[in-house]
């Protein structure tokens, strides 16, 4: 079983919904949670990140981690076509030392 | 700041061959990341470096890849022969001792092996 599982998609919808990508990880010590945006042929960027527990809005994103349930989402709304992009979780422990942990992606389109 | 380099942006090499990608990070970044992503495995850590210090290369294939850091500016992934099951995007990736939160990535290099 991977550390970190997320649906590959592809997921399309329209433009000005509501999208949740989601992700379930095993590794209770998880405490750094993010969410990184990739277009086509570019490098992921850093989109939002969240410490333990909670939610955390910027704008039109919003992102949610339950620890008991171990599992984390992202919500868009209001979703625009240049949303169109691949979406990866990524989760590291509390220590220093530790390494991210990427999902494997989804692959998000916004039909105009 | 530029941000994360990488050069070559794209390359195509024969299988066989001595393949050397190259990777600038952020000034004042301290630890350095090589990635390979694709299709069926996502991306997955190669090797990283902190102070120019290899600490985990778990992640390497095989003998055939190897990666230096000689300075605080400039590191290379070889690929000594290249196979065609090589063929993926290498991305590079920097950070500050003490983020928390996250890498700044390059735009990766698309390299084919045929």
């Known amino acids: 079983q991977k550390e970190v599982e997320q649906d590959p998609g592809p997921l399309s919808v329209p433009e000005g919904a509501i999208v949740s990508l989601n992700c379930t990880y095993s590794?209770?010590?998880?405490?750094?949670f993010m969410w990184y945006r990739q277009y086509s042929r570019k490098g992921p960027e850093l989109l939002m990140y969240?410490?333990?527990?909670g939610n955390k809005e910027d704008g039109r994103f919003t992102a949610q981690v339950d620890k008991s349930s171990k599992y984390i989402s992202l919500f868009i709304r209001d979703s625009q076509p240049s949303d169109s992009a691949t979406y990866l979780c990524?989760?590291?422990?509390?220590?220093?030392?530790?390494?991210?942990?990427f999902g494997s992606g989804t692959r998000l389109s916004i039909r105009p | 700041d530029a941000g994360v380099i990488q050069s070559p942006r794209h390359e195509v090499t024969e299988m066989g061959q001595e393949v050397t990608l190259r990777c600038k990070p952020i000034?004042?970044?301290?630890?350095l990341f090589w990635y390979r992503q694709t299709m069926m495995r996502g991306l997955e850590l190669l090797i990283y470096?902190?102070?120019?210090?290899?600490?985990?290369d778990s992640g390497m294939p095989e003998d055939r890849f190897s990666a230096k850091m000689p300075n605080a500016s400039f590191s290379t992934l070889k690929i000594q022969p290249s196979e065609p099951r090589d063929s993926a995007v290498y991305f590079c990736?920097?950070?500050?001792?003490?983020?928390?939160?996250?890498?700044?990535f390059g735009s990766g290099t698309r390299l084919t092996v045929v």
């Open positions: 590794n209770s010590a998880f405490q750094y």
């Open positions: 969240t410490y333990s527990s």
């Open positions: 990524a989760m590291k422990t509390g220590s220093s030392a530790s390494k991210i942990i």
């Open positions: 000034s004042g970044h301290n630890s």
């Open positions: 990736a920097s950070s500050s001792q003490g983020n928390d939160y996250g890498y700044t």
């Open positions: 470096f902190n102070n120019n210090v290899p600490i985990d």
